[in-house]
């Protein structure tokens, strides 16, 4: 391949050498200049300051449209309305069954408050509740996603959510229509066309124009990644996300030119997506660099793919499937397709996956549109701990307890005791008043 336009970095998970090499391929810290973090801090604080005026500055220095005012970068409900019913009919129809799907998905989702009762007669519980506000930042700048606000805002709506209020920067040409139309089919209230660090300061802050939210949830660039982490402790966020991920266990079986093209999917998002592809046949790997050879020169966007996967894409020739399922552990990839002939058995040795893709029919691709969990998850290792957004991140529980005069008598006891014992007098003493005379 050395004449070829891939330079795919190859590793043997057998070598003396493959710890050191896997933790250097998978190095995703997130290098970000003070001179880039003060950016962000300066254009926090003056929409923080300045409302409306700083967040119309901001886009015209940064998006080059010099609105005039906040009404021309708003669009109302009818107007969403009236994109979804100017599209054409294909369109519409993809729209409407990814939406439809999706609520489905996260109806299933939901979960109710619940009680129990002790024999004294006091009630312990929980009461789950919808967030009154969230702000939904679509990624865009490069391209329109109507996609992500399916993926953001049906979760939102279906937690039952009071108001959705969604940002998506400058909308470009006929992928303006998709984005209003997917907005109206989600339950988008408000939709403001600003993106960038401005964006997540006018959701986090409020302007004249904007309600403060109390979530804010969405992928965006290094500026609104950061932005969000500043943010954080004012208002919640969902996540921290970076570059996409896909890794893609085979047993060999799959067409090459099936995991050829899945790769390419995830790749030709962005020169930093990572595309990671683990099998335990040496030949099979070499089938499937020569099917992305082949099928390079029909994409698009093969610049973009190109640079992705010689910058971030890893072959792994593992010993068998265990040892591939060890080793994805290990990366803890956001999306993971497991391209083998005994899907559901290989799935018992999988513990961090942002989503799973059972079998060789399910394409990656399926899952960032239509096939219902949101494609809002856990990137660059996270999911050893997080997981996908979904319902539960639009509510929040608070604890219920209602003690009866039996039962606070006995907790009483021991509440005192441990009071006491951390030297807090006023906490043992409040729990005794409970004590019957």
């Known amino acids: 391949?050395?004449?070829?336009?891939?330079?795919?970095?190859?590793?043997?998970?057998?070598?003396?050498?493959?710890?050191?090499?896997?933790?250097?391929?998978?190095?995703?810290?997130?290098?970000?200049?003070?001179?880039?973090?003060?950016?962000?801090?300066?254009?926090?604080?003056?929409?923080?300051?300045?409302?409306?005026?700083?967040?119309?500055?901001?886009?015209?220095?940064?998006?080059?449209?010099?609105?005039?005012?906040?009404?021309?970068?708003?669009?109302?409900?009818?107007?969403?309305?009236?994109?979804?019913?100017?599209?054409?009919?294909?369109?519409?129809r993809a729209l409407g069954h990814a939406a439809e799907r999706i609520r489905r998905y996260h109806e299933a989702q939901k979960q109710g408050s619940w009680q129990y009762a002790e024999v004294d007669g006091s009630v312990y519980g929980q009461k789950v509740s919808a967030l009154d506000r969230v702000g939904i930042y679509v990624p865009g700048g490069k391209a329109s996603y109507p996609s992500s606000v399916l993926m953001l805002a049906i979760p939102a709506s279906v937690a039952g959510v009071g108001e959705i209020i969604a940002t998506v920067p400058l909308a470009h040409?006929?992928?303006?229509?998709?984005?209003?139309?997917?907005?109206?089919?989600?339950?988008?209230?408000?939709?403001?066309?600003?993106?960038?660090?401005?964006?997540?300061?006018?959701?986090?802050?409020?302007?004249?124009?904007?309600?403060?939210?109390?979530?804010?949830?969405?992928?965006?660039?290094?500026?609104?990644?950061?932005?969000?982490?500043?943010?954080?402790?004012?208002?919640?966020?969902?996540?921290?996300?970076?570059?996409?991920?896909?890794?893609?266990?085979?047993?060999?079986a799959t067409d090459p030119d099936w995991v050829a093209m899945?790769?390419?999917?995830?790749?030709?998002?962005?020169?930093?997506?990572?595309?990671?592809?683990?099998?335990?046949?040496?030949?099979?790997?070499?089938?499937?660099?020569?099917?992305?050879?082949?099928?390079?020169?029909?994409?698009?966007?093969?610049?973009?793919?190109?640079?992705?996967?010689n910058r971030r894409a890893v072959f792994i020739l593992a010993e068998d499937l265990e040892q591939a399922a060890a080793i994805s552990n290990r990366i803890a990839p956001e999306h993971l397709e497991l391209s083998v002939a005994e899907p559901e058995k290989l799935l018992e040795k999988i513990r961090h996956a942002g989503a799973i893709f059972l079998g060789r029919y399910s394409a990656e691709a399926l899952g960032d549109y239509c096939a219902g969990p949101s494609h809002v998850l856990p990137t660059s290792g996270t999911a050893r701990f997080s997981s996908a957004l979904g319902v539960p991140d639009f509510q929040k529980r608070s604890s219920i307890i209602h003690c009866s005069a039996e039962g606070a008598a006995t907790l009483a006891v021991t509440a005192a005791e441990l009071g006491r014992r951390e030297n807090l007098d006023a906490h043992a003493r409040s729990a005794e008043y409970r004590l019957p005379g």
Request: aromatic share 4%; charged share 25%; hydrophobic share 45%.
């Open 1 to 92: 391949m050395s004449d070829s336009a891939l330079d795919i970095r190859s590793l043997i998970a057998s070598g003396p050498d493959f710890d050191r090499q896997l933790a250097a391929a998978l190095d995703r810290r997130m290098l970000v200049g003070e001179e880039v973090t003060g950016q962000v801090r300066g254009i926090l604080a003056d929409v923080r300051a300045r409302g409306d005026a700083a967040v119309l500055e901001y886009t015209r220095r940064f998006d080059g449209l010099d609105a005039g005012g906040m009404e021309a970068l708003t669009v109302s409900r009818k107007q969403m309305e009236q994109s979804l019913a100017r599209l054409p009919e294909a369109a519409a």
């Open 173 to 252: 040409g006929a992928g303006s229509d998709m984005v209003f139309a997917a907005a109206a089919l989600a339950g988008v209230d408000h939709l403001h066309t600003i993106g960038g660090a401005q964006a997540i300061a006018a959701l986090a802050y409020g302007t004249e124009s904007i309600s403060r939210v109390d979530k804010i949830a969405g992928p965006g660039n290094i500026y609104v990644t950061i932005a969000k982490k500043l943010v954080y402790g004012e208002v919640g966020i969902d996540m921290i996300a970076g570059p996409t991920e896909l890794t893609v266990i085979c047993d060999g």
């Open 262 to 309: 899945d790769l390419f999917s995830q790749a030709e998002h962005d020169e930093q997506a990572q595309s990671i592809l683990i099998a335990s046949d040496a030949g099979y790997l070499d089938a499937v660099k020569a099917a992305m050879e082949r099928l390079l020169p029909e994409m698009a966007r093969r610049g973009i793919i190109t640079e992705s996967l």
